[in-house]
C-alpha cells in the first residue's frame, strides 16, 4: 500500500523560506512522476512543480524562480524548497505521485495523494 506524508509546513513572514517534504512508503519514488499541488481557501487546487522520472522539472509561472522541487531516492522523499514566499503562496501544500494522466501539472493526473501541509505566508 503506497503512503504519502507531507511535513515541514508553517508560517513565515513575505519574503522568508520554507522547504516542506514528502515522504513516500510503499512504492519507489524513482519509479515515478512526482508533483506538489496547493489549495488556496476558495480556490481550486493548483499544480506548483513536477519532477518527470528522468528528473526533467515544470513549474507553474508563478513560482519560477523562486520554488525549487527535489528529489533524494535514498530517503524516498521529495521536497519543495520555497524561496521569497508571498502572501499568496498561503495554501495547503499537497505532494502527489504516480502520473496516470498527460499533463504533468494537472490534479487529475495522479493517483496517490498526501494528506497536506498548511503553509502561511504573512505580510
Known amino acids: 500500500q503506497v503512503q504519502v506524508v507531507e511535513s515541514g509546513g508553517g508560517s513565515v513572514q513575505a519574503g522568508g523560506s520554507l522547504r516542506v517534504s514528502c515522504v513516500v512508503s510503499?512504492?519507489?519514488?524513482?519509479?515515478?512522476?512526482m508533483a506538489w499541488f496547493r489549495r488556496a481557501p476558495g480556490k481550486e487546487r493548483e499544480g506548483v512543480a513536477a519532477?518527470?522520472?528522468?528528473?526533467?522539472?515544470k513549474y507553474v509561472d508563478s513560482v519560477k524562480g523562486r520554488f525549487t522541487i527535489s528529489r533524494d531516492s535514498a530517503k524516498n522523499t521529495l521536497y519543495l524548497q520555497m524561496n521569497s514566499l508571498k502572501p499568496e503562496d498561503t495554501a495547503m501544500y499537497y505532494c502527489?505521485?504516480?502520473?496516470?494522466?498527460?499533463?504533468?501539472?494537472?490534479?487529475?493526473?495522479?493517483?496517490?495523494w498526501g494528506q497536506g501541509t498548511q503553509v502561511t505566508v504573512s505580510s
Open positions: 519532477m518527470y522520472i528522468s528528473g526533467v522539472t
Open positions: 502527489a505521485l504516480s502520473l496516470t494522466g498527460s499533463s504533468v501539472l494537472s490534479p487529475t493526473s495522479y493517483k496517490y
Open positions: 510503499g512504492a519507489s519514488i524513482s519509479g515515478y512522476s
